[in-house]
């Protein structure tokens, strides 16, 4: 089965995504004095570079000592103890050339870290719970804050691969949603939403360091190509719900896509090859397509099909120390 989309354009897109994925990423590491051990050893933990593309450097924030930042630094993370004057003179510079820092700390709010060192509370991260606030809460700091190399995040740190996959599945389900809900010529949305899926996929891929060269459609194809049928029903239930045709297309177009996301992170995850994971990629499809049916056979008054259970918890990374440390 060929993909029902421009492949020339499919290949030009993972062609980016690989550009993308070997981008450089420097990332500055501010150790205070009397941060919690809990949260030091967090941070070695998570922020633990994968590949060359990628440099992690650490500094100990000493009493009156100047701190210059070379050209081309990505984002500054501040592990901080009580937040004081000196690691303040120390984030200076960063701010002032509107490089992104980052406070990471340990408590019950960021409130009083955000107020010592006069930085934003959004860029603030205190949570009691240090493996939240070094690998949760940091890994959807660096994708909201550094979208633009959200790819080469996800290849060179482990802990930030969920996030980045994960926002490429929400973003592509309310995209296919909204088609499926305001296309008005009857298939016009099966290219357009089959592409969408194609390359979230692709995204994913890349986020989990798989290659992403041509040997890639013929696998796709066979899997997101099926997602003609996911569009042939919801054409079927048009005439069975009137009035809420368009309710039933954009259901069915976010269910379609956040099932096979999902599929494909939790066996990524596992480390599964790209050829297994689309074989469960379409096993989560067709599930969708089971359950659209059955709504079909009701006459339409089921619920819209609901998304894929929710992901088990991310595996533990190995310990390491922080490069550079």
């Not at 009580?82 to 960021?110: F, K, Q, Y």
């Not at 700091?141 to 080469?152: E, I, N, Q, T």
């Not at 696998?219 to 997101?224: G, I, S």
């Amino acid at each position: 089965m060929g993909l029902p989309v421009d492949v020339r354009d499919l290949l030009a897109s993972g062609a980016q995504m690989q550009k993308d994925r070997d981008l450089p990423v420097r990332v500055v590491v501010l150790l205070e004095p009397g941060a919690p051990d809990e949260l030091l050893d967090a941070v070695r933990k998570h922020v633990r570079p994968q590949t060359a593309n990628a440099t992690v450097q650490v500094e100990v924030v000493e009493p009156g000592v100047e701190f210059a930042y070379e050209p081309g630094v990505d984002a500054v993370i501040a592990v901080c103890g009580p937040g004081s004057p000196d690691l303040r003179r120390a984030i200076d510079p960063a701010r002032t050339r509107a490089v992104p820092v980052v406070l990471l700390g340990m408590g019950e709010s960021g409130d009083a870290l955000s107020a010592a060192l006069a930085h934003p509370l959004g860029d603030t991260i205190v949570y009691p719970d240090a493996e939240r606030v070094a690998a949760h809460e940091l890994a959807d700091w660096f994708v909201d804050r550094l979208g633009h190399k959200r790819l080469a995040l996800a290849h060179n740190f482990v802990f930030i691969r969920r996030e980045v996959a994960s926002d490429a599945v929400r973003t592509t389900a309310w995209q296919n949603a909204l088609i499926g809900g305001v296309t008005i010529i009857p298939g016009a949305d099966m290219p357009l939403m089959t592409a969408n899926q194609a390359k979230m996929v692709l995204q994913i891929a890349a986020a989990y360091g798989e290659r992403l060269g041509p040997e890639r459609v013929s696998e796709l194809a066979a899997v997101v190509g099926g997602g003609f049928a996911l569009r042939t029903i919801a054409r079927q239930m048009l005439t069975a719900v009137p009035g809420l045709g368009w309710a039933i297309k954009a259901g069915i177009g976010y269910s379609g896509t956040i099932a096979m996301g999902k599929a494909a992170i939790a066996y990524f995850e596992k480390g599964v090859d790209f050829s297994e994971v689309m074989k469960h990629v379409g096993a989560a499809r067709d599930s969708v397509m089971s359950r659209a049916r059955k709504m079909r056979g009701k006459g339409g008054t089921a619920a819209l099909p609901g998304p894929a259970p929710v992901l088990p918890p991310a595996p533990e990374q190995p310990e390491a120390a922080v490069a550079g440390e």
